[in-house]
């Protein structure tokens, strides 16, 4: 069993709008080594299912890769937000749809080797349309494509964000194995 692991120096080299960067030095078998640690709130990301089986989807330009992505919708937590909160006024603000109920599928951690953000999985096929409403720095467009068309996209490299894949593979492997059957609901 593993113990937890004491900084023996920290620096908190930079405090942003998402992220913290602290560097820790900790011991390794007796030797000192440095740890780049990103901090990060936490996140949300949400398979949303429409009525006719298409899935939502936002396409947005990603600075840091310098090229747009398309991507289930997805946010950051704000502090103090309860995960289900967060997942549903993400809903909101990308696609202009409330879900009326939510689904937690799991919490995964995505970058574990730097940064300690746990992302949590969500599934709904029950929506009520209302309207889109992004945050000021946001420019998306709303998409919407099949499972089938969405599992294509990602098998030729149209579909490369990594909380997008896992979610759509997990619904592929649901629905292959009888587990998770898409219901009628009341949303377009």
């Given at each position: 069993?593993?113990?937890?692991?004491?900084?023996?120096?920290?620096?908190?080299?930079?405090?942003?709008?998402?992220v913290d960067l602290i560097v820790d030095?900790?011991?390794?078998?007796?030797?000192?080594?440095?740890r780049e640690v990103v901090r990060h709130?936490?996140?949300?990301?949400?398979?949303?299912?429409?009525?006719?089986?298409?899935?939502?989807?936002v396409r947005q330009h990603r600075y840091?890769?310098?090229?747009?992505?398309?991507?289930?919708?997805?946010?950051?937590?704000?502090?103090?937000?309860?995960?289900?909160?967060?997942?549903?006024?993400?809903?909101?603000?990308?696609?202009?749809?409330?879900?009326?109920?939510?689904?937690?599928?799991?919490?995964?951690?995505?970058?574990?080797?730097?940064?300690?953000?746990?992302?949590?999985?969500?599934?709904?096929?029950?929506?009520?349309?209302?309207?889109?409403?992004?945050?000021?720095?946001?420019?998306?467009?709303?998409?919407?494509?099949?499972?089938?068309?969405?599992?294509?996209?990602?098998?030729?490299?149209?579909?490369?964000?990594?909380?997008?894949?896992?979610?759509?593979?997990?619904?592929?492997?649901?629905?292959?194995?009888?587990?998770?059957?898409?219901?009628?609901?009341?949303?377009?």
């Open positions: 069993m593993f113990k937890e692991i004491m900084p023996t120096d920290r620096k908190h080299i930079y405090s942003g709008k998402i030095t900790i011991e390794v078998h007796g030797k000192p080594t440095t709130p936490g996140g949300v990301v949400i398979l949303a299912e429409m009525k006719d089986g298409r899935i939502a989807f840091p890769l310098n090229q747009e992505l398309l991507e289930l919708p997805a946010g950051k937590l704000e502090p103090e937000e309860q995960p289900e909160i967060s997942a549903a006024r993400e809903l909101e603000e990308e696609i202009g749809f409330r879900p009326d109920s939510l689904e937690h599928i799991f919490s995964y951690y995505p970058t574990p080797g730097f940064c300690n953000e746990l992302l949590h999985f969500y599934y709904t096929n029950h929506l009520q349309e209302t309207s889109v409403n992004p945050e000021e720095d946001e420019d998306i467009v709303v998409e919407f494509y099949s499972l089938s068309e969405a599992i294509e996209m990602a098998e030729v490299g149209e579909i490369k964000d990594g909380k997008t894949l896992l979610a759509l593979f997990w619904l592929q492997w649901k629905r292959s194995t009888g587990t998770h059957r898409r219901e009628q609901s009341n949303n377009r």
